[in-house]
């Protein structure tokens, strides 16, 4: 029987709650917007850094997680790796199939008022099919292609060109440098993010050996190494170190694995989660003491109804729960609300930034967490005021 009764005086509430809060449209409506707001950037602020992660994610499973990069620094200039010692590391350890290794360079290519920022990169044969990069039309730069002056385009860059007529682009020449290339091939859009190195959308790549002699740069400091699938990421780690320690003393081997990255960026977006949702939690805490501004309000206009109520045998806990629950129902519908238009607000930044849309259910389930959360806590203050109030003083006001 207590617990008919206990269901009977639940919904009697939730409906005095709808009610109150109906009658008083226009406050109601004002603090249902700070509720709004609050939850909305709270849910859209955490879901858009799933959506980043997510995105960073993807880049390491396109390019697999058996790929390492290796980073040369030179500690005295008696320490010098060259290409051959690069390549002759998959045949010395069994642990790495592959290497591509690479040079970069950077400049402005400029014709009439148009001009571009181009990256400058030389590499193997390897390096395409290492980083997952697919051809849109032509072919990729071979090792057959030593020291020619043959060029695969980025996308940007082959926009670019096309943008100043330069069509069809395959066989096409154009002027770098105080040297004349040829368009062998132009490559499809290319993700930047995970082992890949930046930049190569709007890219100019050429034959390693051909870099080798037209950058001012021509020392080779960072490559990529395939591992073997048997083979662990550490393992793989303290073979490439022990290989260039053999070559010079002063020989600075930097290898990062893809697990480690992921680990990394894992913990860098659980922290930037976090300030994000402190951020939105500071216009949740104004639209809470909106709430609670609202109620108080409620129980001194309600005085009267407060004083009768309790003059007919209502008790404090009655009048308190009363109370709460039209906070609760308050800040409940403000935090649908604001769950939807946070959910809105994620899905447009996924599709302008052409990203992959989720959903991030935990924290819808944390929007409805927090906004019963803010009901009852900014809720308890007026509740309690309104259950101590004297029927007889009540009544008299």
Sequence with gaps: MSGIKDNMILKANISEAFTSLANARQRTILAIIGIVIGIGSVIGMVSIGSIAENEALKQFKDMGVDVVMVRLTEGSPSANVTLRDITALKEKESSILDVAPYLRSSGTFSIGKKSIYLEEMGVTASFFDMNKIRLAEGRFISDLDENRYFCVIG????AF???????PLL?????????????????DSVSDGGM???????????????????????????????????VSPAQAKADIQNYFRTKSRD??????????????MKKQMQIFSLLLGAIGSISLIVGGIGVMNVMLISVTERRMEIGLRRALGAQQGDIQSQFIMEALVLCLVGGVIGIVLGVIVSFVFAKVSHWEFLISYGSIILGFGVAAAVGVFFGYYP???????????ALRS
């Excluded at 190195?197 to 080798?212: C, D, E, K, Q, W």
């Excluded at 020989?251 to 990394?264: C, D, H, M, P």
């Excluded at 005021?385 to 003083?393: E, F, G, N, T, Y």
Aim: glycine content about 10%; proline content about 5%; cysteine-free.
């Design 171 to 187: 066989g096409s020449q154009f002027p770098l440098g105080n040297r004349i290339f040829t368009i062998v091939g132009v490559l």
């Design 251 to 264: 020989l600075k081997v930097r290898v990062t694995t893809a697990e480690e990255l992921i680990a990394n």
């Design 155 to 158: 996308k940007e860059t082959a």
């Design 196 to 230: 890949r190195p930046y930049g190569i959308n709007s890219s100019v790549i050429m034959p390693i050996s051909t870099a080798g002699r037209f950058f001012e740069k021509s020392d080779i400091d960072s490559f990529l190494a395939l591992v073997g699938n048997t």
């Design 383 to 393: 509740a309690r005021s309104a259950a101590r109030l004297d029927p007889i003083k």
């Design 161 to 167: 060109l096309r943008g100043i007529g330069l069509n």
